[in-house]
């Protein structure tokens, strides 16, 4: 089945450490997204790419960093600079047409906490 | 002016009621409004979206208001089910112009209103 492969579901980060999130689509869709979704603020956006080896910082970049050297990968790397990263985030993809909007599809989700 | 505002937080409603989540918008650049939703633990999934040619869309039990004059957008939820559950979220996004386009279809989300039915 087409769709956004999110891992792992559940992750847990030490003091210092940089975590790296995963974000897989085979939807062949050209833009992908990754947001922060915190109670009672909806989604967020961190960053955003809409071509191989192109992204661009979203509403809340500090303390990320993004690739895209593949279409179909996005990973999401949380460094220690990141002083709340207690959070859900969310891959989303969409198909670029370039011409109106298409919708997005989201991954389901990974949990991050600290120990 | 790129925040969408949504209302009510929370909503609790009896079986077969109607509910109503509500959204307003500053940016009159905004030209395509989907609603998102999302069960615990799992991404948004799309349930329905309008742009702002026409006042209203209705796919099943679900229907999107649209007022362009005064920046506003619902969603009526029709014979709610305990299965309608849910946090949702209505976003706001700008379509990109051309292939060059430079709002990429950003999406700006609303805070959520989380609903309860109950049987």
């Known amino acids: 089945d087409g769709g956004i492969t999110q891992s792992p579901k559940y992750l847990f980060r030490k003091e210092g450490q940089n975590v790296t999130l995963s974000c897989e689509q085979n939807?062949?869709?050209?833009?992908m997204y990754w947001y922060r979704q915190d109670p009672g603020q909806g989604l967020r956006l961190i960053y955003y790419s809409q071509i191989v080896n192109d992204f661009q910082k979203g509403d809340i970049a500090e303390g990320y960093s993004v690739s895209r050297e593949k279409k179909e990968s996005f990973p999401l790397t949380v460094t220690s600079a990141q002083k709340n990263p207690t959070a859900f985030y969310l891959c989303?993809?969409?198909?670029?047409?370039?011409?109106?909007?298409?919708?997005?599809?989201f991954g389901d989700g990974t949990r991050l906490s600290i120990l | 002016q790129q925040q969408v505002k949504q209302s009510p937080q929370s909503l609790i409603v009896q079986k077969g009621g109607i509910s109503i989540i509500n959204c307003a918008y500053e940016?009159?650049?905004?030209?395509?409004f989907p609603w998102y939703q999302q069960f615990p633990g799992k991404g948004p999934a799309l349930l329905i979206a309008i742009r702002p040619d026409v006042s209203e869309k209705k796919e099943g039990r679900f229907t999107i208001s649209f007022n362009k004059s005064a920046k506003q957008f619902s969603l009526h939820i029709m014979d709610s089910q305990p299965g309608d559950s849910a946090t949702y979220f209505c976003?706001?996004?700008?379509?990109?112009?051309?292939?060059?386009?430079?709002?990429?279809?950003?999406?700006?989300f609303g805070q959520g209103t989380i609903l309860t039915v109950h049987p």
């Open positions: 939807l062949n869709h050209d833009a």
């Open positions: 976003a706001a996004s700008i379509a990109p112009l051309g292939a060059g386009g430079t709002s990429y279809g950003k999406l700006t």
């Open positions: 989303a993809s969409r198909h670029n047409t370039g011409i109106g909007n298409q919708p997005q599809h």
């Open positions: 940016n009159t650049a905004f030209d395509y």
